[in-house]
Nanobody
Framework: EVQLQASGGGLVQAGGSLRLSCAASGFTFDDHAIGWFRQAPGKEREGVSC????????YYADSVKGRFTISSDNAKNTVYLQMNSLKPEDTAVYYC??????????????????????WGKGTLVTVSS
């Protein structure tokens, strides 16, 4: 069965760090573009960071550049999002998703994940001031 599981969220003070993990089963990440998305109350879902398996290119939202890093471990079929220097405005439910277009990480991220094939349950990140 295809499954995508995000974990690692929690409560952290501003300036702190968290690492989110997304583990896949039933398919392999290396044939997909992978993305992290988030949704906060009153806001639309937005692409935070995505990676294209075709060439490893990455995308980051302007709001997280220099603070977040996406990476993958093919042996574990897992993708990570390292989040540093967290701000209260980073508070949101974070989702991991996969799309069949291997070269379209940027495309998926800029459109809030529209067209992505697999979605997991989100993990809540709360950043206190």
């Amino acid at each position: 069965e295809v499954q995508l599981q995000a974990s690692g969220g929690g409560l952290v003070q501003a300036g702190g760090s968290l690492r989110l993990s997304c583990a896949a089963s039933g398919f392999t990440f290396d044939d997909h573009a992978i993305g992290w998305f988030r949704q906060a109350p009153g806001k639309e879902r937005e692409g935070v960071s995505c990676i294209s398996s075709s060439d490893g290119s990455t995308y980051y939202a302007d709001s997280v550049k220099g603070r977040f890093t996406i990476s993958s471990d093919n042996a574990k079929n897992t993708v990570y999002l390292q989040m540093n220097s967290l701000k209260p405005e980073d508070t949101a439910v974070y989702y991991c998703a996969a799309g069949s277009r291997q070269d379209s990480g940027n495309y998926y991220c800029r459109r809030g994940g529209y067209g992505m094939d697999y979605w997991g349950k989100g993990t809540l990140v709360t950043v206190s001031s």
